[in-house]
């Protein structure tokens, strides 16, 4: 198996609610990562989680809460999020950094 | 801080003909590596090619192929015989070595269209 999976693939929200996104993954990979990427423009990061742990927090607001359960499974809580937190949420994982594995997203519709 | 460079935001070739997307970068690290990824209107972002700032020898896939030039730390793809599969936005990004895990650098991106 080599895929990141990622559900929802479209999820719409209003500010008061309070969502997750799920990401999987069972190549063995150690380090999960969540990116926001807004149309035609580059992801950038918001966390880095290695062996399980927290390794990297990219100054995210708190409205955004991640977690690592397990070794293949990362999620990212979603609370009173702002419209200007639509984008499309990617996830990643990778064993070393000569190559990373994307999942397809979710497409986050704040209203 | 690393930085990464495309400075054409969108490009178009016919089909079965070569296009090259360029892309600059600027380090201090010594030992990186580098890749073009590419995010078709399907949203995922798929690896295309890989280089490892140690080897001398310009990575090839397939179709897909590099002019990797350390010095002047610049790092192009080629695409040759373009197919309209080939579609898509394409991004250069950088990733310092010596590490387990680590944060990519994306360039802003180079809209690819492929017309029939």
């Known amino acids: 198996d080599t895929e990141v999976t990622q559900t929802p693939k479209h999820l719409v929200m209003g500010m008061t609610n309070k969502k997750s996104l799920k990401c999987e993954q069972h190549?063995?990979?150690?380090?999960m990562y969540w990116y926001k990427q807004k149309a035609k423009k580059p992801p950038e990061l918001m966390f880095v989680?290695?062996?399980?742990?927290?390794?990297i927090n990219e100054s995210v607001p708190s409205r955004f809460s991640p977690e690592c359960p397990n070794s293949s499974l990362l999620n990212l809580h979603l609370h009173a999020l702002q419209p200007e937190d639509s984008a499309l949420y990617l996830c990643?994982?990778?064993?070393?950094?000569?190559?990373?594995?994307f999942g397809s997203g979710t497409r986050l519709t704040v209203v | 801080a690393q930085t990464v460079t495309q400075s054409q935001p969108e490009m178009s070739v016919q089909e079965a003909e070569t296009v090259t997307l360029s892309c600059t970068y600027d380090?201090?690290?010594?030992?990186?590596?580098l890749f073009w990824y590419k995010q078709p209107p399907s949203r995922q972002m798929i690896l295309v090619i890989r280089?490892?700032?140690?080897?001398?020898q310009n990575a090839t896939e397939n179709r897909f192929s590099v002019n990797f030039q350390k010095a002047a730390k610049s790092f192009s793809l080629k695409i040759s015989d373009s197919q309209l599969g080939d579609t898509a936005m394409y991004f250069c990004?950088?990733?310092?070595?010596?590490?387990?895990?680590?944060?990519?650098?994306f360039g802003q991106g180079t809209i690819l269209t492929v017309h029939p």
């Open positions: 190549m063995g990979h150690r380090a």
């Open positions: 280089q490892e700032a140690y080897k001398q």
């Open positions: 990004a950088f990733i310092p070595g010596g590490t387990s895990y680590g944060k990519l650098t």
């Open positions: 990643a994982s990778s064993q070393d950094v000569e190559g990373y594995t």
């Open positions: 380090t201090s690290e010594s030992n990186y590596y």
């Open positions: 989680y290695s062996y399980e742990k927290l390794s």
